[in-house]
Nanobody, 122 residues
Framework: VQLQASGGGLVQAGGSLRLSCAASRGTAGTFTMGWFRQAPGREREFVAAITWSGRTTYADSAKGRFTISRDNAKATVFLQMNSLKPEDTAVYYC?????????????????WGQGTQVTVSS
């Protein structure tokens, strides 16, 4: 599965962005898809994930502000980010896992997109 993330940009605090992750065809629709982020000098951290059936899980930092969704027909996953804060600034990566559960660590994701920069100004 090849992944292509897009939708990042510069936004003021309190604003919104919608990230997209387009997956190659084939078995992409059955994969659990996740979003991670990595700020300078920090480890890559889990943000949200969604199974092929639509079950979701979120990091505490994302709950109530971010929404992950997917369109299996288009093999695309979205991350709607609202009420953005400067601490959300990071490179955001989408990833795919063949597990039917919802892994929240990078170890269980085998395919990664190239990342898209999100910058939130104060």
């Amino acid at each position: 599965v090849q992944l292509q993330a897009s939708g990042g940009g510069l936004v003021q605090a309190g604003g919104s962005l919608r990230l997209s992750c387009a997956a190659s065809r084939g078995t992409a629709g059955t994969f659990t898809m996740g979003w991670f982020r990595q700020a300078p000098g920090r480890e890559r951290e889990f943000v949200a994930a969604i199974t092929w059936s639509g079950r979701t899980t979120y990091a505490d930092s994302a709950k109530g502000r971010f929404t992950i969704s997917r369109d299996n027909a288009k093999a695309t996953v979205f991350l709607q980010m609202n009420s953005l804060k400067p601490e959300d600034t990071a490179v955001y990566y989408c990833a795919a896992s063949s597990l039917t559960a919802i892994p929240t660590t990078t170890t269980y994701y085998t395919n990664w997109g190239q990342g898209t920069q999100v910058t939130v100004s104060s």
